[in-house]
């Protein structure tokens, strides 16, 4: 069972940045893509941003040029950062592992 840990959201003026990571077990990390979702109230869950094993990108088209995800296989880890946030940003993100793996959701809130 792969353990996924995220952490970075809070609470950011329009326009601010915010960065966050999730931590995974290390289990299969490097073989896997690995990918950022968010879920706003009364919203589905959407993918943010995808990233292959291999680091090839993929995002959603509301963040693009705006948001960056990455990966350290050494640290078994992947990051998001978001910058030019906007209000409808605001969602709990969540990482997501290609074995099937979710976190628990971190809240980014976006609002002057």
């Known amino acids: 069972q792969v353990q996924l840990v995220e952490s970075g959201g809070g609470l950011v003026q329009p326009g601010g940045s915010l960065s966050l990571s999730c931590a995974t077990s290390?289990?299969?990390?490097?073989?896997?893509?690995m990918a950022w979702y968010r879920q706003a109230p009364g919203k589905e869950r959407e993918l943010v941003a995808l990233?292959?094993?291999?680091?090839?990108?993929n995002y959603a088209d509301s963040v693009k040029g705006r948001f960056t995800i990455s990966r350290d296989n050494a640290k078994y880890t992947i990051y998001l950062q978001m910058n030019s946030l906007k209000p409808e940003d605001t969602a709990v993100y969540f990482c997501?592992?290609?074995?099937?793996?979710w976190g628990q959701g971190t809240q980014v809130t976006v609002s002057s």
């Open positions: 990233i292959s094993s291999n680091g090839r990108t």
């Open positions: 997501h592992h290609g074995v099937g793996c």
């Open positions: 290390g289990s299969l990390f490097s073989v896997y893509a």
